[in-house]
């Protein structure tokens, strides 16, 4: 297996466009999260599904911040429209039944 | 609401010492327990899995152990080797479902050759 794959892996974009990360979970695990990962705060949980539904996302810090899974092997972070304190690393991860997680490489995000 | 600690938040040692790093947790009703690596730059790569009813996990020269009721894991890694350099991160799973993890802010490990 590949692992749990991200794109892209590195974004820089000008405050207030929109930005759009994606995952691809490791085939036949049921759960899928997304991290953030900064300097000051560490690794920190966005957002959790469970099966394609979003389970929890009061982690999510705003609502310009939204998070779709459409299918067991997609999803989407999407930031609109994104500003400086955006920039981080954003990770994806997946696993099977609460079990070990596994994490993508990350995506690193820098906006100016 | 769980909270971990990592101490120390910096670590540096010599070569082939055997060390050890601590992580505590403030909720002891975990499922399970999770040592990760993380190098400048790069994702993380679990290293060791501990189940709530376990008390410890060996992978190699590493070896984790997990006292639930305490709220505590250590990681031990022997005969240090300067590509064990590197951030390593604890995190706790708390969750019946499928919840997020909680990390710690890691402990940065330098191994000097």
């Known amino acids: 297996d590949a692992g749990v794959i991200q794109s892209p892996r590195h974004e820089v974009t000008e405050m207030g466009q929109e930005v759009t990360l994606r995952c691809k979970p490791i085939?036949?695990?049921?759960?899928l999260f997304w991290y953030r990962q900064t300097m000051m705060r560490g690794l920190e949980l966005l957002i959790y599904?469970?099966?394609?539904?979003?389970?929890?996302d009061s982690g999510m810090p705003e609502d310009r911040f939204s998070a779709k899974m459409p299918n067991a092997s997609f999803s989407t972070l999407k930031i609109q429209p994104s500003e400086p304190r955006d920039s981080a690393v954003y990770f994806c991860?997946?696993?099977?039944?609460?079990?070990?997680?596994?994490f993508g490489p990350g995506t690193r995000l820098t906006v100016l | 609401k769980q909270e971990v600690t990592q101490i120390p938040a910096a670590l540096s040692v010599p070569e082939g010492e055997n060390l050890v790093l601590n992580c505590s947790f403030t909720?002891?009703?975990?499922?399970?327990l999770q040592w990760f690596r993380q190098d400048p730059g790069k994702g993380l790569t679990s290293l060791l899995l501990?189940?709530?009813?376990?008390r410890e996990q060996t992978s190699g020269r590493l070896n984790a152990s997990l006292d639930k009721s305490s709220g505590r894991s250590t990681l031990y890694i022997a005969a240090s080797q300067p590509g064990d350099s590197a951030t390593y991160l604890c995190a706790v799973y708390s969750g019946g479902g499928a919840d997020g993890l909680t990390f710690g802010k890691g402990t940065h490990l330098i191994i000097q050759p």
């Open positions: 991860a997946s696993s099977l039944l609460g079990r070990e997680q596994f």
């Open positions: 909720d002891s009703a975990i499922y399970n």
């Open positions: 599904f469970n099966n394609n539904v979003p389970i929890d």
């Open positions: 085939s036949g695990h049921n759960s």
């Open positions: 501990i189940q709530s009813s376990q």
